[in-house]
């Protein structure tokens, strides 16, 4: 599960929009709010990656915004 509230504020961080991350990478700006809102749609690592390339993310990141077990519903505490 994407870690949807970390994702959108790394895309806020970087001053971008969804929609010019989802043009960055290649899929439409549907496709990339289904996938990150897990709506039908997966993540694929190979967009995972090109996110976090994009975003330029640390593995610590990838990791806390990519593969959030479901069962944390996602949630970071800090």
């Known amino acids: 599960m994407v870690n949807t509230n970390m994702l959108k504020g790394k895309i806020v961080e970087n001053g971008m929009s969804v929609a010019e991350v ?10 990339l709010y289904r996938k990150i809102n897990g709506c039908g749609e997966k993540m694929l ?31 970071t505490k800090a």
């Open 22 to 31: 989802a043009k960055a990478i290649g899929i439409s700006t549907a496709s």
């Open 45 to 75: 690592i190979k967009d995972a990656y090109a996110i976090g390339k994009l975003l330029e993310l640390t593995g610590e990141e990838m990791n806390a915004i990519f593969f959030c077990p479901s069962s944390l519903k996602c949630e």
